[in-house]
Structure formats: C-alpha cells, structure tokens
C-alpha cells in the first residue's frame, strides 16, 4: 500500500471536507477522502474521490466482499462523472430532510439507479438535462415488462423491487439539482414510486417475510436440535483429527487424510472424512437455526455474536433469566440483549468451542500481514472477526477465514432444508418471524408446549425492562413489536372465522352471530375487513385449547379447573376448530360412567358436563352420538 494512503490527520478534519465539489479545482476534488479505515491506531485511507472503486466502511459483517464497493467502471461513461459528483453529495450531506446515508443504503441507490443509466445509454442521451416524465414513464412500462431470468426465472419484478428501481430514479433527480447536469423536473411529478410499483394499494401482507409453515419448522428443527445435543462428541472427534495432523505436520497431505480416516474409523464413525467435514459444517447449520429461532435474532446480529455473548440475570424472586448480547446495525441503539432458553445457551457454548481453530487461522492472518505491511487495512478488517462464532473460510482466497455472509447462509440454510427432505424455499430471514409468531401464539395461549420458553415474552414484561437503566436501553423492541404485530394478525384471523358463515357457540359466540344477522350493525363498517380490524383491536382474546376466551383476565376457572364451563360463558366463543375437543371430552365423559368407584357426586358431575358437550357440539351442528356432522 502507498505511504500517501496513511494519515495521521484525525478523522474530525476529514468529516469537515467540503459537500458540494462544483467549485472545488479538479487537482482538490480528485484527492478528496471517500472512505478510510482505522488500523492499528492510525487511519489508512481506503478510497479517494479520483478512484473509479470506491471501497465502503460500516456494513455489516455478513455481508461479502464482492458488496462491499462502488463500481463506477459499470456506469455508463456519459454519467461517470456526474453520478460520482452527487453520490459523493449524497454521502457527505445525505437528501433533504434526512440523515445522512449508511454504507449500506449508499449502496443500494447506486445498485438500483444503474438499470435507468443503462436504459438512457441505450436511448443515446448523454446528460440528464434530457431526461423528461415522458422518458421516466416508458421506464416504468419497461420494468414492468421485465422477467426474471435466475432467481423465479419467468416471473415479473416483485413490486418490492419495482419501488427500489423508482426510488432511486427520485433520488437521482433529487441529488442531480447539486450537480452542473440536473434532471429538470421530477420524473413523475404527479405520483410516486410506490404508486408506481404498484405497493400504494397493497394489504399489509405484501412485501411479509413468508411465513415457515409449521411441518417443515418442525423437521428443521428437529433435526437441528439432535444435531446440537450431539455437537461436543463431534468437537471431540475434530480435536483428535487435529492432533493426528499436528504430529504428522510434514508429510504429504495424502497420507495426514488416511490416518485421519483410520482414526475416525477406531472411533466409531461411520462415513469417512468427507462425510466427517460436513457434519461439522452442519453442525454450525443446526446451531444457526437453533439459535435463530429461539431469539428472535437477524442474521447480522448473529454474525456480530461473540465468545462470552451469553450472560444471566436473576430477579427478586430466583427466576433465572439467559441473555444473548449483540450488536444490532438495524437501529441506532448498538447493543442489544434478546433472552434466550437454555438450549440457546448450550448452542452458544457449542459455537465457542466449534470457532477456536478459526479463530486461530485469524490470529495468524492479522500478524502475518502486520509483517509484511502494517497499515495493510486488511488488518482492521480481520480483527472485526476475530471473535466471531459463525465463520467460514473462503478456499478461493487462500483459506481466509471471516463471518459467513448472507447470502452464504442462505445457500447453507436451503442445502440443509433439502437434506431434510424438505423443498421449501428457506431463508435466514424467515427465523425471526418464526420466532416472533410463536411468541405471540404463545401469549395468545395455543401454543402451551412453549410455555417455558415464552412466559417471560409479554407487554408487560417489555414495559418493565424498557423502563429498567441497565436493560431497558438494550432491549431489541422492534422485536416486541414484531410479536405484536403477529398477535394483531392472529386475532384477525380469529375474528374472521367468527364473522364468515360457520356456527358459533359459547355466550359470546352466540352473541356475535345474533349481532351479525342486524344489517343495521353490519352497515356501521366501511367493509367487512374494517369490520373484523375493529372487533379484533377491541376485543381481549386468547386460546385456551377447548375455546377462545374474551374475558380480559385469566381469572375464569372455564380456562383451568372446569373446562366444560365455557359452553354457556358469556366470555366464550366455541368454533369447528373445537369439535374434535368436545368430541373425545364427550367419548371420555361417557367411560367414565362405567366406572363403579366415582360415587353418585362424581356420577352427577360426569351427567352435567355430557350435557354441557353434548349441547356445544348439538350447536355447532355435531351430533356426538353419531360422531358425524
């Protein structure tokens, strides 16, 4: 690296370098400092402006090198100029009326503004003085017409996409204003991107993280799981493997495998040494998914986990509660705590041990480039890893080893559905609302096998941290709102089976079904959706397995001691999803009387609550004699 890209300026006198390069003289605007990196407690310049690569700082640590830069050698050359004028504007300065940009959105403005700069090069205009609504318009219609040809090969650009491709088109005309090339007027001035992307009048599904169906959760996890309680004797296999290739350090890679194998074989494993490597990669697999989906984590802030991340808390009344800190790039706040079970912390555990070697292959990189250049800013960068648990190592870059990136993880993730016999399509992403439907299924109450897990995942635990000095500043919140997001839409769901044209029964089942038969209740609503938003928001409801309770404490004894109590609760709405409940409660019941030893009081209670089921399911239009609609 060149002695020019070291300073010792700090970094305050670079922050105070002008926003705005129209006046500065080309000699002053070609060695502005684009990005620089701190190394070893001196700065080391990354980019300057005359650079047609402009390397990035800042971006997480999942994401991979090949994303980690600016490109200006793939705009077309009548923009070059223009476009690093006001991408530099826009990081220095941001747009009006917002902050300005991180790496990653920096980014991501340059990717989605390239397809109109190919589009303009294509019509032979060569400055955005050209560029008019009309031309920003056939824009729109040809993104539309686009198809896919990797990723859903066939199909048109979601309307995610569409908006990012409109978007930055606003940006651009935006930012050209402080360029010697503007756009004239807005590209569109009578509606927006997201108008045009056709998101304006979607329902809030669209653009959702697909939801992991509960059957193909379930076979992940499984697995995951068994895969982890097993992962020390694994670790032990590996560290004897390791020990085989240290004594025999020297000889020729050949024979080091074969003595690995007849060792592996003494110890019981079946499958030889490729087998063996995988099943330590998909041990760091099973541990991602098992982690993911009991915290509530992204996939960044995983990556950002590091060895001694777990810690524990105990209140005033000996309930332990387990931690898992990180540091989240999604809001300012930095670090953040997300609880965590048991399981999560053996996983932790599992993953300190499994990163020792690669930790140590770091620990080797960083002092052998210290040797060789000690302002190599490599060298900052592979310290950022070093503590890190979820690590890879890249064969093409000489065995570099460093955090696994997103899109890595995700062919992991997809490799490993597919070993479970599985085919749908999995993402890192997908675990956290995994995570935050499960809570809220478990706050809503049918989901009692969680209970362990989440009796802790309640509002009113949230507000009594968020309020608390020391924890209350960590919390990750946005997951709290996620969980209660998921809630809002379950009890949607819920409200909707009750408004559609299947019986109810239970006091406030039938109260409902007799409100819904006056037009006149029904008329007060702009539309059914608004009808079920409003009944759902203004009504307590929770699962308690044999019905859904509206009551707004759990005080009833229909939801513990005396089950069969709701049919006729004033609180109580009983659907067809709770027929076979009262079916085999009614079986059940009917045993019961051929028994000789509950005596004539136990014989009355057995009498009454045949009655109360049988009457639920005579409602729901069951006849349980019958067993048959």
């Known amino acids: 690296m060149s002695k020019n890209n070291v300073t010792m300026l700090p970094w305050a006198s670079i922050e105070q370098q002008p926003g705005d390069i129209r006046e500065l003289p080309e000699s002053d605007r070609e060695a502005l400092i684009v990005s620089a990196i701190h190394v070893d407690g001196h700065w080391v310049i990354l980019s300057r402006y005359r650079d047609n690569i402009w390397q990035l700082e800042g971006l997480t640590s999942n994401v991979p090198d090949n994303m980690r830069n600016l490109d200006f050698n793939r705009v077309p050359a009548a923009f070059l100029a223009v476009m690093k004028s006001l991408l530099y504007r826009y990081l220095r300065r941001g747009r009006a009326g917002q902050k300005r940009p991180v790496a990653s959105t920096l980014r991501n403005v340059f990717e989605n503004v390239l397809p109109f700069l190919r589009y303009l090069s294509a019509l032979k205009l060569g400055h955005f003085g050209a560029v008019t609504p009309m031309i920003c318009a056939n824009y729109v219609a040809e993104c539309r017409e686009i198809r896919q040809t990797r990723r859903n090969r066939g199909q048109a650009l979601s309307p995610a996409a569409l908006e990012r491709r409109f978007m930055s088109v606003e940006a651009l005309h935006e930012l050209s204003q402080y360029t010697n090339d503007p756009i004239p007027r807005h590209p569109w001035p009578d509606t927006s991107a997201r108008a045009l992307a056709g998101r304006a009048s979607l329902n809030s599904e669209a653009g959702k993280t697909p939801l992991i169906p509960d059957e193909v959760f379930c076979t992940l996890f499984e697995k995951a799981y068994e895969q982890v309680q097993h992962g020390e004797r694994l670790l032990d296999l590996r560290d004897t493997l390791d020990s085989v290739a240290v004594a025999r350090k020297g000889q020729v890679t050949r024979s080091i495998q074969e003595h690995k194998v007849r060792q592996l074989t003494a110890l019981g494993w079946e499958g030889g040494l490729e087998t063996f490597n995988q099943a330590i990669k998909d041990l760091r ?261 044999h019905a859904w309770c509206t009551a707004d404490d759990d005080r009833c004894v229909g939801n513990t001691m005396e089950r069969t109590r709701c049919g006729d609760c004033n609180n109580a709405v009983i659907g067809g999803a709770h027929v076979g409940i009262y079916q085999r409660l009614y079986d059940n019941l009917k045993r019961l009387l051929d028994c000789n030893d509950i005596g004539d009081g136990g014989r009355q209670r057995v009498l009454r609550d045949l009655d109360r089921c049988r009457d639920v399911l005579m409602q729901l239009g069951y006849d349980p004699e019958e067993n048959v609609a």
């Open 285 to 545: 697999t099973a541990s991602y998914i098992v982690l993911a989906s009991t915290s509530g984590c992204r996939n960044h802030e995983l990556a950002n986990v590091k060895a001694g991340a777990c810690h524990r808390t105990e209140d005033d009344e000996g309930t332990v509660f387990h931690w898992l800190r990180s540091t989240s790039e999604k809001t300012d706040t930095g670090v953040h705590d997300w609880m965590i079970p048991k399981i999560a912390v053996h996983v932790l555990r599992l993953m300190e041990r499994w990163a020792e070697p690669y930790q140590a292959m770091i620990d080797a990189e960083i002092s052998e480039r210290r040797t060789l250049n000690s302002s190599d800013p490599q060298i900052a960068t592979a310290q950022k890893h070093r503590h890190a648990l979820f690590l890879g190592v890249a064969a093409t870059k000489r065995n570099q080893v460093r955090t696994l990136s997103g899109s890595a993880w995700n062919m992991c993730l997809k490799a490993y559905a597919k070993s479970c016999g599985l085919n749908w399509i999995l993402a890192s992403h997908q675990f956290r609302r995994k995570f935050a439907n499960y809570a809220a299924h478990s706050q809503f109450g049918d989901l009692r096998y969680l209970r362990e897990h989440f009796a802790h995942w309640s509002m009113d635990m949230t507000l009594g941290y968020a309020m608390d000095q020391d924890w209350g500043q960590h919390l990750d919140i946005e997951l709290y709102e996620d969980i209660q997001s998921e809630l809002e839409d379950i009890k949607s769901e819920v409200v909707g089976t009750w408004l559609g044209d299947t019986p109810l029964t239970g006091g406030y089942g039938r109260s409902i079904k007799h409100w819904q038969r006056d037009s006149a209740n029904l008329a007060i609503f702009k539309s059914h959706a608004s009808m079920v938003t409003s009944i759902a928001e203004s009504t307590a409801i929770r699962s308690n397995g």
